[in-house]
């Protein structure tokens, strides 16, 4: 079982559609980040977060550490919004991938 | 400021050479990870520098090393390359390892 899960694997949605994917972990942890990574390879990080919820613009992240679950929400969801999104922990002295969820925004 | 470079981009390597990759992080920004990602195995830790010394290591053979300079500005170093070495290498910065990480443009190592 892989240590940081993450669902769906691909998202296809129609532009203005509301978004969530979801990420799971095995073992506790101190933060856990979000990724973005556009199909020319760069990653943006979007949150990084140890507790509750922060938001940028149309993107929520939320965080349950007693569950071990977090989720990305957008809203409004853009073209510009496809890409790759992962999510990662830092599990002992190594950081930990989820497999990426990929979202395709349909205008 | 300016962002995170990666130098070379772009790289094609022979089997059984060896290869350096050079990261230089945002101003002011004094740990440097490293990560590969491939479509097989995704992203992947590879270690992280703060202040010139190797702070975390991933899982990865000997064949991969790094070091880190004095003005933050880190390389990492395979040697006797083997196919599947083939891969995207990512480098992060940040203040200090704790802190959300700003991500290079990567170095796309092509080895045959």
């Known amino acids: 079982k892989n240590e940081v899960e993450q669902s769906p694997q691909n998202l296809t949605a129609q532009e203005g559609e509301f978004i969530t994917i979801n990420c799971s972990y095995s073992?506790?942890?101190?933060?856990l980040h979000w990724l973005q990574q556009h199909p020319g390879g760069g990653i943006v990080s979007l949150f990084m977060?140890?507790?509750g919820k922060k938001k940028h613009g149309r993107l929520i992240a939320t965080i349950n550490i007693q569950e071990k679950h977090s989720s990305l929400h957008i809203t409004a969801s853009h073209p510009r919004d496809s890409a790759v999104y992962i999510c990662?922990?830092?599990?002992?002295?190594?950081?930990?991938f989820g497999a990426g969820t990929r979202l395709t925004v349909k205008p | 400021k300016a962002g995170v470079t990666q130098t070379p981009r772009y790289l094609i390597k022979t089997r059984g050479q060896q290869v350096t990759l050079s990261c230089s992080p945002i101003?002011?920004?004094?740990?440097v990870s490293w990560y590969q990602q491939t479509p097989g195995q995704g992203l992947q830790f590879l270690f992280e520098?703060?202040?010139?010394?190797?702070?975390n290591k991933g899982n990865f053979p000997g064949r991969f090393s790094g070091r880190q300079f004095s003005n933050s500005r880190s390389e990492m170093n395979v040697s006797t390359l083997e196919l599947g070495d083939s891969a995207l290498y990512l480098c992060?910065?940040?203040?200090?390892?704790?802190?959300?990480?700003?991500f290079g443009p990567g170095t796309r190592l092509t080895v045959t």
């Open positions: 990662a922990v830092p599990m002992g002295n190594d950081m930990r």
């Open positions: 073992v506790g942890i101190s933060a």
């Open positions: 977060l140890s507790s």
């Open positions: 101003s002011g920004h004094r740990s």
């Open positions: 520098y703060f202040s010139e010394t190797q702070r």
């Open positions: 992060a910065s940040n203040w200090d390892g704790g802190y959300e990480q700003y």
